[in-house]
């Protein structure tokens, strides 16, 4: 039985409230996404999109949103423990949610007029409609501000032209939050449809990482967008880099659910796993990886929390934000790595979760800002000067 770490006892800071939701969503993986992930990624398919629905059902889905519109009006921490159980499933899994909630909810719910809101935000918390958020191009990834993707004004509608690469839910979505630049030349955010005419969304194959999520294309070709579908709150690329503040906030208590799930499976493998008559787990090698590995995890949690506390203040800074998705993929990745090696052979095959844990997080590492960017930011951040510039 999965029996995840809490050396510190993090549990303790944690509201019953926290904890119920914590329990239905571990349940909920344990007995839908656990039993099927493993196939899914050996096939390259993505996990089904009832699955969507179903997080919907359990309140995962822009849990932060108010309930007025669908949401569940939970705090930070809530949605930081949802990601965390869901991530110990798979990062595909957790991909659809926190694109869903922190990069289509979020900002329509921040930017969007009361009838975009109340158009779209409880049919996106119920699952009903997938969203997703284009932000990458083809050529500009980790400088998104140099975007190609453009809109002119044409009097009853806007005219949007360009594309959209490396996109979650892609080829799956009802609606996506696409950032594009006006005649002006600033980032402005358009809700599009699925049917628009010159709208379509390609899916990218041949991935070696998050094969059981949904990527792909978004296209844009002479797509005829209603001017109501304007997010109206925001001019700028500060617009999309806000939604990214929560998904990375999102990944840095999830990468720690894929790290327990490694560590866990580890453990219990090193117990049993005997060599030289004695259980593996008996060897200062392998003692040392784990104690190490705990240890990582144990800080990362904390950062986590912390970060949590400070997110429900109103004071978490993006740079703070970037320093824990920083660390906490990377330990993920590392621990991933290292009990990987503590199943020897078997730590390659499907019927362990690890080396999926491991491929995916490759993804993680790259995406919502690389770990490099993110090392930039906290440099920008303690200097003053900006190296990307
Ligand atoms: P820069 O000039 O620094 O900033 C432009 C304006 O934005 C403000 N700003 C922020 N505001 C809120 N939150 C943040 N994190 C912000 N970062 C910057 C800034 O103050 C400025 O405001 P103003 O009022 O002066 O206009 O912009 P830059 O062009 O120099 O770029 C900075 C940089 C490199 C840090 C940024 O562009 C960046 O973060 N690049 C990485 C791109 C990225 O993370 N892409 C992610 C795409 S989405 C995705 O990967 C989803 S995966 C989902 C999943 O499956 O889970
Ligand atoms: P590049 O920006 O081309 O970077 C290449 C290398 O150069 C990296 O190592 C990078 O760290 C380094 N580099 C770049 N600039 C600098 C610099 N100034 N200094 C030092 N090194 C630098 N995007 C979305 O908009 N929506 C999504 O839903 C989405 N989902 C994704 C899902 C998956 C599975 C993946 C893999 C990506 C997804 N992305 C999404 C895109 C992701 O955000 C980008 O891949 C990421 O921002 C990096 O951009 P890039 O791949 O173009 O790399």
């Known amino acids: 039985m999965y029996n995840p770490p809490d050396y510190y006892r993090v549990d303790d800071l944690l509201t019953d409230e926290h904890k119920l939701i914590r329990d239905s969503v571990r349940s909920w993986v344990e007995r839908k996404v656990l039993p099927v992930v493993d ?28 309930e007025k519109y669908g949401g569940a009006g939970l705090d930070h921490i809530a949605y930081g423990v949802i990601m965390t159980e869901l991530e110990r499933g798979d990062s595909a899994i957790r991909s659809s949610a926190s694109v869903q909630s922190s990069l289509v909810m979020y900002p329509i719910f921040e930017f969007g007029s009361e009838a975009q809101r109340k158009k779209y935000l409880p049919k996106l918390a119920a699952g009903e409609w997938i969203g997703a958020f284009g932000l990458t191009e083809p050529n500009h990834g980790s400088d998104p501000g140099s975007m190609k993707t453009r809109f002119t004004d044409e009097g009853d509608h806007y005219l949007l032209n360009g594309s959209k690469m490396w996109i ?84 840095a208590w999830g990468a720690v659910g894929a790290a327990m799930d490694c560590y866990d499976t580890a453990l219990r493998y090193a117990l049993e796993r005997k060599q030289f008559d004695r259980p593996v787990a008996s060897f200062q090698l392998q003692q040392k990886k784990l104690a190490e590995i705990l240890t990582e995890i144990t800080k990362a949690q904390l950062l986590a929390w912390r970060l949590g506390v400070l997110k429900n203040q ?33 730590g390659i095959t499907g019927d362990f979760p690890i080396m999926r844990h491991m491929m995916n997080l490759e993804s993680v590492i790259t995406y919502e800002g690389t770990h490099d960017i993110h090392l930039l930011i906290t440099g920008a951040d303690i200097t003053g000067i900006p190296a990307f510039d």
Request: aromatic fraction near 6%.
């Open 39 to 66: 196939d899914y990624a050996q096939k390259h398919k993505p996990l089904p999109v009832s699955f969507i629905r179903e997080m919907g059902e359990l309140g995962a889905l822009g849990p932060f949103i108010p």
């Open 168 to 251: 979650t839910n892609a080829p799956v979505c009802d609606v996506a939050v696409v950032w594009a630049k006006d005649e002006s030349g600033k980032v402005r955010g358009l809700i599009v449809e699925r049917g628009m005419e010159g709208f379509t969304t390609p899916e990218t194959l041949k991935k070696w990482s998050l094969r059981a999520s949904a990527t792909g294309e978004l296209v844009f070709d002479n797509v005829r967008v209603p001017k109501e579908n304007l997010l109206p709150g925001l001019k700028g690329l500060k617009g999309p880099l806000m939604c990214l503040n929560s998904a990375r906030y999102g990944i």
């Open 314 to 346: 109103g004071k978490a800074t993006p740079a703070q934000i970037s320093m824990a998705k920083r660390n906490n993929v990377e330990m993920a990745l590392k621990t991933a790595r290292e009990s990987r090696q503590i199943l020897g052979a078997m």
